[in-house]
């Protein structure tokens, strides 16, 4: 067989660079359940923490992806960072299929697409001083020597406005505030020069105070390095504040997608209605939402049939009993999964 030479391969670089750095194709990831310690499992069960989502990331952008707990945002974080591996679909990552890489591939990804995780005292080693803790993604990567690495280390610091840098090279974790600390963990998930980074509620952690001060510095350093960005978070507020597009999950499906802007200023799909009037508004003369729903969050264990939204849904119909809704646009590049804008 003919191997492709390079007038054969360039078309297909040249659309992997034109196209999303990120694009997840009918993804779904299901964890086996188990009952009991030694008990086998039962054809059937598990749970759906992802189920069937499709979605892009073009580069340079930033998604947010928002939901409640367990509506499989974190999961898919995992999914997208190659952490764990789809039970279907695939996920591509600047045009290739993230479950065909090994070895020094999968290297090469993994220096190029980083996690921020939430809590700060976990991500960070509590027996590494500052400097070890940024230079350890240097090491792995087997990049720079020690003394190039101690100036990549005392330049992140100072990136992340930890200055100055010599006076935080030799403190630990506990010396450190919330904020400064979560400074650290974005300093240390640039350190390899990535161009995709996944934050995971990054944030939600700190004290009020500081939290605008670390999503300016997000924002800022997203847009000089030209990084792609997606955030998770519950909170609208910071979707609205960071994102271009916006991704509202549910049970482990994509309710709704879209521009920022019109999904929370126009949000089609029930869910997004409930998540929205449910969100604090800092005005105590606005009176308390209308739409409620019941609080119960209804398992992702089994089977699902029909709109996963259906037991908590005010406008629920029949046909939402039976038949999964599929994405519709429902506006310029806005797209909802709800029998309300279907041909039902
Ligand atoms: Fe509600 Fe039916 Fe739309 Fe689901 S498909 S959100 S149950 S109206």
Known sequence: MARPGPMTRAPAEAAAANGPLVAAEAVQKYFPLRRGLFARRAPGEYLRGVDGVS???????????????????????????????????????????????????????????QLMVQNPYEAINPRFTMEQALAEPLVIHGIGTREDRLDRVIAALAQVNLRPADAFLDKYPHQLSGGQLQRVGLARALMVDPIFLAADEPVSMLDVSVRAGVLNLMKAIARARHLTTMYISHDLSLVRYVCETTMIMYLGTVAELGPTEAVLA????????LLLAAAPVPDPGRP???????????????PGIGCPFQDRCPQVMPVCRTVPPPLVFVGPKHEAACHLYGPH
């Open 55 to 113: 979605f892009a990331i073009p580069r340079g952008s930033s998604l947010g992806i928002a939901g409640e707990s367990g509506c499989g945002k974190t999961t898919l974080a995992r999914l997208l960072l190659r952490l764990i591996t789809p039970t279907a679909g695939r996920i591509l990552f600047e045009g290739v299929d993230l479950s065909t890489l090994d070895g020094p591939a999968l290297l090469a990804f993994r220096r190029r697409a």
């Open 266 to 273: 126009s949000p089609k799909h029930p869910y997004t209605q």
């Open 288 to 302: 308390l939402p209308e739409i409620t729903a019941p609080e119960q969050v209804p398992t992702p264990i089994g």
